[in-house]
């Protein structure tokens, strides 16, 4: 069962490591829960989802491709399940940060192996990754990733 705390959880946990950031696009973000709780720790939040029905947020009823203009500071996803790989592409395509609580793979690896590989594809890219956990049920562990400050951004350029 899932922890009903999953989202305020996580977005203080964005904040928390992101305080910079003002505006996120939340991937995979299903009804906008995640995005509402952000909001109300004063980020701008646009949710990428294809469900057609939704909490009042901004909401993009559309899948996230890497093509997405980037308008965030920080990327987002709560169990994002099929998109949390474009998650770490895009943050390095973009050089943005992002923050995932990844639960099931996209390709059938086991949650560690998975973990693992999302972590090293991160690193690979040039971003510094870390883990940590969230206080709560479920599937708790968070990927954190940040552009390496050896690289210039393409907004600096």
């Given at each position: 069962?899932?922890?009903?705390?999953?989202?305020?959880?996580?977005?203080?946990?964005?904040?928390?490591?992101?305080?910079a950031?003002?505006?996120?696009f939340?991937?995979?973000?299903?009804?906008?829960k995640l995005?509402?709780a952000?909001?109300t720790?004063?980020?701008?939040?646009?949710?990428f989802?294809?469900?057609?029905k939704?909490?009042?947020?901004?909401?993009?009823?559309?899948l996230?491709?890497?093509?997405?203009?980037?308008?965030c500071?920080?990327?987002?996803?709560?169990?994002?399940?099929?998109?949390?790989?474009?998650?770490?592409?895009?943050a390095?395509k973009?050089?943005?940060g992002?923050?995932?609580?990844p639960?099931c793979?996209?390709?059938?690896?086991?949650?560690k192996p998975w973990m693992?590989?999302?972590?090293?594809?991160?690193?690979?890219?040039?971003?510094?990754?870390a883990e940590?956990?969230?206080p709560?049920?479920g599937?708790?562990r968070?990927?954190v990733?940040?552009?390496?400050?050896?690289?210039?951004?393409p907004?600096?350029?």
């Amino acid at each position: 069962m899932a922890d009903k705390r999953r989202f305020d959880l996580f977005a203080a946990f964005v904040t928390q490591h992101f305080p910079a950031a003002q505006r996120a696009f939340d991937i995979a973000g299903g009804m906008g829960k995640l995005n509402a709780a952000l909001t109300t720790r004063g980020l701008d939040v646009l949710t990428f989802d294809k469900r057609w029905k939704h909490d009042d947020v901004q909401y993009a009823q559309r899948l996230f491709t890497l093509a997405e203009p980037c308008a965030c500071d920080v990327v987002v996803g709560m169990h994002p399940d099929g998109a949390t790989r474009i998650i770490v592409e895009y943050a390095h395509k973009h050089r943005v940060g992002f923050a995932i609580v990844p639960c099931c793979s996209d390709n059938g690896m086991p949650y560690k192996p998975w973990m693992r590989h999302l972590a090293e594809l991160g690193t690979s890219l040039g971003l510094e990754v870390a883990e940590h956990a969230l206080p709560m049920i479920g599937r708790a562990r968070v990927l954190v990733g940040r552009p390496s400050l050896r690289e210039p951004s393409p907004r600096d350029q």
